[in-house]
């Protein structure tokens, strides 16, 4: 950690506040990123996009959050109880991250009926590619199936001190299954099987509704003034 060089990245909009900028470090690309160094990293605030770690950087605003939960210590509300039983017929499946037509077809639906407003819109096999696909150890597509059917792909990091939830993509038309959900809870109940004390979900904004939904997640734990403490629900 502490040979590591870091980079300031440029400035630019804020994608989750209006009116704000951003800003990141991240460490050299040159790195060799093994799953030990990115879980000293992850203990540490910084986050995986693609093949770039990098760590929130915005001067005086704070307000991104490094968010995990601890996993021995989570109780499942009564809807995320119904959740996991509605998903039981499920099989899950881990797959290594390269390329496959399937995965994109879901998620280039995914977008185009989810995200149509987003940054990833409209996606193309070249975006999938350099955004998932990965040639690091620890990551994992684990596929979500009904029968033969794929309907969710959950993009994780294996790492010794937790699952971390990096991006799931799933099919749009079946409401009723809550998919997103269901590969947290999943996720949960495979760091537990594992025996990895953490689920990491990426950051996490006060003020931002779109990630309004990670505080469902109870207890959940928030990296803040360099310690990790418990978050509100």
């Known amino acids: 950690m502490k040979t590591l060089q870091l980079y300031l990245g440029q400035e630019h909009p804020c994608s989750y506040l209006a009116e704000r900028n951003a800003g990141s470090i991240f ?11 990115y879980s000293q990293l992850i203990e540490q605030g910084f986050r995986r996009s693609a ?10 605003c704070t307000a ?11 109780q499942p509300t009564a809807a995320q109880q119904k959740i996991m039983r509605r998903n039981s017929d499920l099989s899950v499946q881990a797959a290594s991250s390269e390329f496959r037509e ?17 940054d990833m819109y409209p996606p193309s096999t ?3 590619q350099s955004f998932l696909c990965s040639d690091l150890e620890f990551v994992r597509f684990y596929e979500f199936r009904a029968n033969d059917e794929l309907l969710a792909v ?3 990091d294996v790492l010794p001190t937790g699952l971390s939830a990096m991006y799931t993509f799933f099919s749009p038309e079946d409401k009723r299954r809550s998919l997103g959900r269901y590969a947290i809870l999943w996720q949960i109940q495979e760091s537990l099987r594992l025996g990895l004390p953490y689920v990491y979900l990426g950051y996490w904004i006060k003020d931002c509704q779109k990630m309004n939904y990670k505080t469902q997640y109870q ?5 803040i003034n360099e310690h990790w403490q418990a978050l509100p629900a």
């Open 27 to 37: 460490i050299d690309p040159r790195e060799a990123v093994t799953a030990e160094l």
């Open 51 to 60: 093949t770039h770690i990098y760590r929130p950087y915005c001067g005086a």
């Open 64 to 74: 991104c959050i490094s968010a995990r939960i601890p996993v021995q210590a989570f």
């Open 102 to 118: 399937e995965h994109y077809q879901l998620y280039q639906n995914y977008i185009e009926q989810r995200h149509a407003d987003g």
């Open 126 to 128: 070249e975006q999938f």
């Open 154 to 156: 959950a993009v994780t």
């Open 219 to 223: 207890p959940l734990e928030g990296f």
